[in-house]
């Protein structure tokens, strides 16, 4: 047992046995008085009851936010302000880090190393965003003639934000501190299977000097809470984290009212290793790219390309290492993979394997749910590699979200972007090489928002994040996105003498 877990378990734990929404600057019950019970995936036990928000208590949250918005003041503090009051949310988060590790960990099964990670930059979000605004704004244009032309950006009003439940804490930061940095008011539904960590931060929100109204969180049904406020007549703008198909769906209900849209969904990302790579850390970066966060995760690299002179050595060497990986506690710090968020999706990633089996794959490592010592009630997977697959197999087209990866072999720079590319996702892209001209070269082909060269990390806070094709569009992470929580209007002026008269009347 290392020390870590020793002080988890002497620590009294810090979860509460009930959360409530935020509306409107209040903790409250849900208008029916029911709940969602969220279970811990590593274990299967209860953790929490959560207030379950109806249409009404969304609809209670839109006239918050709309009235927070149209009459409220937080738009109208000085940027320093609301930089200030940024900034004091990060620096509760961190007082609470302990706090919001516990109940991610609770929440979704991810191991403590993975949580502390995402909580860090979580609050590292709310840090630069508490930068970032105080240098946006628009621009001068030089013109024509004797005009002035600038530009002001101006908050886009009330923003729904739809959150996934993989990164339940980032993704609600990544969401949350830019909106509220331009002025924005937002009602934030977490999802169903992990909604702790964002009625915290919500909390922290108030207690940071937020006013009542301007961030709002509703945990409740997809199909009923997040559709009500993607079809509100009052909401402005729908920012969306989940999979295509939603996404999709979302964007078609959001233009009957011609919402401002922003949807970061799936992806099913390229994994290249050149023959010139340093093999140590390719094996190593490719593990995390797969197996990080169990395989749940967006930008998961579960495409792997391999040279063919080196296909069989790199192979050899992932294959040990994927055997070698340690599930378990989630709370220990050995820990390196963590459990499946449920049943279902446990489910699902099974089902692809079995499709890989069908369609003549071979399995090198893996391939079945994973039994743990003393998790027997938890969702476990075993760290899976596929090999002898085409392009033609589900297990090599779609999105899994587990711990699997297929192998495949390429012989030239040529064939490995054709491959990498040859998808209907955009999101990752890794790239492994030695030869500089080279990984500039492949980078400049690749259809995907971002590239790793020689890197397994792609989500810090200033790297622009988001998708090409499928995988959605907008940006997070980065100033960028400050533009897409703003409109921009533009002034004209003439400072000319004589008076204009266009018509010559
Ligand atoms: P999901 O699409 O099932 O659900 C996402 C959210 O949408 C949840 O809060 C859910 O309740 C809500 N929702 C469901 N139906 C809805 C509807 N009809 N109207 C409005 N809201 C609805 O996704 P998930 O299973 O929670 O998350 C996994 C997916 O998220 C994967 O596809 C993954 O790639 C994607 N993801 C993308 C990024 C990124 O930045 N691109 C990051 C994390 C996760
Ligand atoms: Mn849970």
């Not at 990986?325 to 220990?332: E, I, K, S």
């Not at 010592?373 to 899976?384: C, D, H, Q, S, V």
Request: charged share 20%.
């Amino acid at each position: 047992m290392s020390t870590i877990q020793q002080s988890a378990a002497e620590k009294p734990s810090v979860k509460r046995d009930f959360y409530h929404l935020i509306i409107n600057g209040e903790k409250v019950e849900s208008s029916n008085g029911g709940t969602i019970k969220t279970y811990n995936p590593a274990t299967g036990e209860l953790v929490a009851n959560v207030a379950k928000a109806t249409k009404e208590d969304a609809e209670n949250a839109v006239q918050a936010a709309r009235q927070a918005f149209d009459h409220g003041k937080w738009r109208k503090y000085p940027v320093n302000k609301r930089s200030r009051v940024l900034n004091k949310i990060a620096s509760i988060m961190r007082s609470r880090f302990n706090e919001l590790v516990e109940l991610e960990i609770l929440d979704t099964g991810k191991s403590l190393s993975t949580a502390q990670g995402q909580v860090n930059q979580a609050i590292e979000d709310f840090e630069f965003y508490a930068g970032a605004i105080v240098s946006h704004g628009g621009r001068v244009n030089a013109l024509p003639g004797q005009f002035h032309n600038y530009t002001e950006k101006e908050p886009v009003g009330v923003c729904a934000q739809i959150i996934p439940w993989n990164y339940p804490l980032m993704m609600a930061a990544w969401k949350i501190a830019p909106a509220i940095a331009v002025g924005c008011s937002i009602i934030v539904k977490p999802a169903s299977l992990t909604p702790l960590t964002a009625i915290v931060l919500g909390e922290i929100c108030l207690e940071a000097g937020v006013p009542a109204g301007v961030v709002n969180i509703v945990p409740g049904s997809g199909s009923e809470v997040g559709n009500y406020l993607v079809e509100h007549e009052l909401v402005d703008k729908v920012a969306f984290t989940g999979s295509t198909p939603i996404g999709k769906n979302i964007m078609a209900r959001a233009s009957q009212t011609l919402k401002r849209v922003t949807l970061e969904l799936g992806g099913k990302s390229p994994n290249i290793v050149f023959a010139d790579c340093d093999m140590e850390a390719a094996v190593a970066g490719s593990l995390y790219g797969i197996f990080y966060n169990t395989g749940q995760s967006c930008e998961a690299r579960s495409r792997l390309y391999v040279h063919e002179d080196i296909y069989d050595e790199f192979v050899n060497k992932f294959v040990e290492k994927t055997k070698q990986l340690r599930l378990g506690n989630p709370f220990d710090e050995g820990t390196q993979v963590g459990s499946i968020i449920d049943q279902n999706q446990l489910d699902v990633i099974d089902g692809f394997v079995q499709s890989a089996i069908t369609d003549g794959a071979d399995i090198l490592a893996g391939g079945k749910a994973a039994v743990v010592a003393g998790f027997e009630n938890g969702y476990w997977y075993e760290p899976t590699v596929i090999a002898n697959v085409n392009h033609d197999m589900k297990v090599v087209k779609e999105e899994i979200f587990g711990p699997v990866v297929v192998i495949m072999k390429f012989k030239d720079e040529k064939e490995a972007v054709k491959l990498a590319n040859d998808t209907e996702f955009g999101l990752g892209s890794a790239i492994w090489t030695k030869d500089g001209a080279r990984a500039t070269r492949v980078a400049n082909q690749i259809q995907a928002g971002i590239v790793m060269v020689n890197c397994p990390f792609s989500a810090m806070p200033g790297t622009p994040f988001g998708g090409y094709k499928q995988s959605g569009f907008g940006r997070e992470l980065c100033i960028e996105t400050l533009d897409l929580y703003t409109e921009t209007k533009s002034i004209v002026s003439y400072y000319g003498s004589h008076p204009l008269n266009p018509l010559g009347v």
